[in-house]
């Protein structure tokens, strides 16, 4: 990932943190050295997303991705996994555009809009 990808994965990791009746986690995939640098450790699964989640009882998968970034062939194979389990995979270029994405694939009738700026439907914690 990216420094510019990682940038806008805190600032989505933090606005989804707001968002009532979920939990958000970072993911890691890929291969890495042991601390002692002699044994490579595989984590993941090759495609994963960059950000794993749910919302009301619902799985959600969020790919972090610059505004010119394309999904890898493993991504979209992720991708398709998670939907055909009836996931939410969203790939996600801004804080902004991951929750008007949430909200286009959640109940939005079941929650008002909220005065933070955010898409109607998607409210965070303790907004009234």
Request: charged share 20%; glycine share 10%.
């Amino acid at each position: 990932m990216s420094n510019a990808e990682t940038s806008v994965m805190r600032a989505i990791l933090c606005e989804l943190s707001q968002l009532p009746g979920s939990l958000w986690w970072r993911q890691q995939s890929g291969v890495f050295r042991s601390l002692s640098g002699r044994e490579t450790v595989r984590v993941g699964i090759p495609g994963m997303a960059d950000i794993g989640g749910m919302i009301n009882g619902r799985a959600v998968q969020v790919e972090v991705k610059t505004p010119t970034g394309k999904l890898s062939k493993e991504q979209v194979r992720w991708q398709r996994a998670v939907e055909r389990a009836g996931g939410i995979f969203i790939c996600a270029r801004s804080p902004t555009g991951v929750l008007a994405s949430l909200t286009a694939h959640t109940d939005a009738q079941s929650c008002e809009p909220s005065s933070h700026n955010h898409p109607a439907g998607v409210k965070p914690a303790g907004a009234e």
